[in-house]
């Protein structure tokens, strides 16, 4: 039985109707990765997807002159992209403001949506529901690598509410979503933040140069100030501040090595594997449940630093937001005091410390560091309370950081929970006095 005022329609009959709306990305030897280049043109692949409602992450490029002979594969602000072979289901859309074109990779699909019967970000929240997820999986190809294509996706049915009802739906679930996006942008500015201070106190010494040359560190209160020395001295890393010394990681850190057994697993502790770390970033901000846990994993405490052993190039580092336990693949490490705790995380998420682990590590195709060899990392260690002034700013950092994740999690639960029932008519939006409703 169908809903009141909804329409049956198919992808293809809410594109676009202008040429090559609905388009794959190049064919084959047109594309490869020799044409990419540091600026240009952005290319959307597989690693740009899977991120959140936009397009983003770090983007190849592919030369002005390169995409104006791939132009019917252009997609442009407002489209949406559809994963064709990979991680599939995978659905994203073109953001305004950044790239004025995208350039759409061989493992990509482009829909550009007729406005007059659709709405771009309802459609994105339809191809993102349950539903339409297990359709794109009943009907992959399973010849070769997994793979769907254009006329699967051209053919795929949909039920659209009036355009009213879509942009009103699209709304309310989008709203949930931009508190999410702005919590993930504070977590941003917070890491940065902090990584900015450690720097300046701790690699580049930038307090201890202002004081020899007459002048009050910037950003620095005069208590955290006279911490700092007015000199420098020789050391086997080079010149750093008179009175510090140069140590190890293992001086102020430490792997704390609880392993646990699956039958010693209680029913749903949160599990964190090596796919659920982003790069780059230490706000983790997913987690699995250890119920189908078959192999040994240690376990981890909030406010733990958990660092990818394997392959450490791909610079997995975070901080847990909770207890749990993760795979063996990931060492723990936690500061040996508070004071330190500041001081290890700058360190350890930083590229030198991830270049030199990866340096450090041993096997050909799957290489692996110890923490035998991270603890050996040297490191100029400052006044403790020097280290413990920028320790209680990280801390208070972390979380922050936290509880936006947290938040975040529980949005991004009321919008499933919201999701599938609003998409398919079984909670329907009105409007009294401009005002949204769901009825």
């Known amino acids: ?29 047109n594309l490869v990765s020799a044409d990419y280049v540091s600026d240009g043109v952005p290319v959307v692949r597989g690693q740009n997807m899977g991120l959140g409602r936009w397009v983003e992450g ?43 074109r995208y350039l759409v990779s061989q493992s990509q699909m482009k829909l550009t949506v007729d406005g007059t019967r659709a709405d771009t970000l309802f ?30 996706l ?34 941003e500015t917070l890491e940065a933040m902090a990584r ?45 501040p008179k009175g510090w010394r140069v140590g190890t990681l293992g001086e102020i850190a430490e792997n704390p090595r609880r392993g646990i057994r699956p039958r010693e697993v209680r029913v749903g502790t949160p599990y964190i594997g090596l796919e659920h770390m982003p790069r780059k970033c230490i706000a983790l901000e997913n987690w699995g449940h250890a119920d189908e846990v078959t192999s040994n994993k240690f376990e981890f405490l909030q406010g733990e630093i958990l660092f990818g052993k394997l392959r450490p190039y791909f610079h997995k580092v975070g901080v847990a937001p909770l207890d749990g336990v993760c795979s063996t693949d990931i060492l723990v490490v936690r500061a040996k005091s508070e004071e330190w705790f500041g ?24 290489p692996r560091t110890s923490w035998q060899d991270m603890a050996r990392y040297e490191i100029p260690l400052p006044d403790p309370q020097l280290a413990g002034a920028f320790g209680r700013f990280a801390k208070t950092g972390v979380e922050m950081i936290r509880a936006n994740i947290l938040q975040s999690r529980t949005l991004a639960s009321l919008r499933d929970a919201l999701l599938q029932k609003l998409i398919s008519g079984d909670l329907r939006v009105g409007s009294a006095n401009g005002v949204l409703e769901i009825t």
């Open 1 to 29: 039985m169908g809903v009141e005022g909804w329409r049956p329609y198919t992808a293809g009959d809410v594109a676009a109707r202008t040429k090559n709306a609905l388009v794959g990305g190049p064919f084959g030897s």
């Open 58 to 100: 770090e983007f190849a490029f592919v030369s002005v002159a390169k995409a104006d002979s791939l132009s019917a594969n252009m997609a442009r602000p407002g489209d949406l992209i559809f994963t064709q072979r990979g991680t599939l289901g995978q659905v994203a859309s073109i953001p305004e403001g950044r790239f004025d």
């Open 123 to 152: 459609l994105y929240y339809v191809f993102s529901s349950p539903s339409q997820q297990d359709y794109i999986l009943r009907n992959t190809i399973q010849t070769g690598v997994p793979h769907t294509n254009l006329e699967i």
């Open 154 to 187: 051209r053919s795929t049915p949909l039920l659209l509410p009036p355009l009213s009802e879509q942009r009103a739906i699209a709304h309310i679930l989008g709203t949930l979503d931009d508190r999410i996006e702005l919590n993930r942008r504070m977590n």
């Open 196 to 240: 900015a201070i450690f720097k300046s106190w701790f690699v580049d010494f930038d307090p201890v140069r202002a004081k020899a040359e007459g002048r009050p560190p910037f950003g620095m209160n005069a208590e955290t100030a006279a911490l700092c020395p007015n000199s420098f001295q020789d050391s086997p890393l080079g010149k750093i």
């Open 343 to 366: 001081l290890a995380l700058g360190h350890i998420s930083s590229e030198e410390f991830v270049n030199y682990a990866d340096a450090a590590s041993t096997g050909t195709k799957m």
